[in-house]
Every structure is written in structure tokens, then in C-alpha cells.
């Protein structure tokens, strides 16, 4: 059983701020930026690939209120709203999980960066995504 599945079943504590049939939301033990939150669906998926459309709906919409609340209840300026697919984008725990990084200056220890890299043919990557 993964982490989250024995967070979900109560075998692990964890700091919980939102649950219901569906999703749970609780406290990032790592805190990248006070009050980094993880929100899940109780369900076990792999990943954002993996998760039903039911489900998905559900918990994008938890995590909309959840990212107003933080950000009025904390003060916070911004927040970054990620899910990583797979260990080459991040993923460490293998249930479908959104981080939710409220932002407080662009100093603090969140470092999020996209750099340019060689251009792409877009016209041969929009035929092959879009077929």
C-alpha cells in the first residue's frame, strides 16, 4: 500500500485540512512554502494520466477552493498548482496527487524556471499532437 493509501485509511497521521467521499487535503511534511498542500483523490491512480474524469472534476474543484482559502487565509500573493507524471517530471509518490505551493515573494525556496531550449518545428509537433 502506498503512503497516501495509508494516509487515506488513517494509518499514518497527517495534518488534514479538507476530506470528503472523494478527496482528501492535507499538509505537505515538507512545507516548500507555508502552507504547501497536498490534495488527492482517495481512490488509488498512478498519476494525473491514470485518474477517472469524475474524479478529476471533483478534485480540480477541491483544489480551486482550497487555493482561495490558502491564499486568503495566509496572506499569500500567488500559488503554483502542479501535478508531476512519472520520476523524469518529479513524481516521488505514485498516487495521483495536485501540490498546491502558495507563493509569497519570488525569493522564497519554490524555484519553478522554464528555459528556452532549440526551437521546435511546430508545424510537424501540431501535426503529430493534433492527429
Do not use: W
Amino acid at each position: 500500500m502506498c503512503i497516501f493509501c495509508k494516509i487515506v485509511a488513517n494509518e499514518i497521521p497527517s495534518s488534514c485540512i479538507y476530506e470528503d467521499e472523494t478527496v482528501m487535503a492535507f499538509l505537505d511534511i515538507s512545507q516548500v512554502t507555508k502552507g504547501h498542500t497536498l490534495a488527492i483523490p482517495k481512490k488509488h491512480y498512478d498519476s494525473f494520466l491514470d485518474c477517472d474524469k469524475e474524479t478529476l472534476a471533483h478534485l480540480i474543484q477541491v483544489a480551486q477552493m482550497l487555493a482561495n482559502r490558502i491564499i486568503e487565509r495566509t496572506g499569500a500573493k500567488g500559488m503554483n498548482i502542479l501535478s508531476n507524471v512519472n520520476e523524469i517530471a518529479g513524481q516521488s509518490v505514485h498516487h495521483f496527487h495536485l501540490h498546491l505551493i502558495p507563493r509569497y515573494s519570488s525569493d522564497d525556496a519554490c524555484k519553478i524556471t522554464f528555459n528556452e531550449s532549440e526551437t521546435q518545428n511546430l508545424d510537424e509537433l501540431k501535426t503529430i499532437l493534433h492527429s
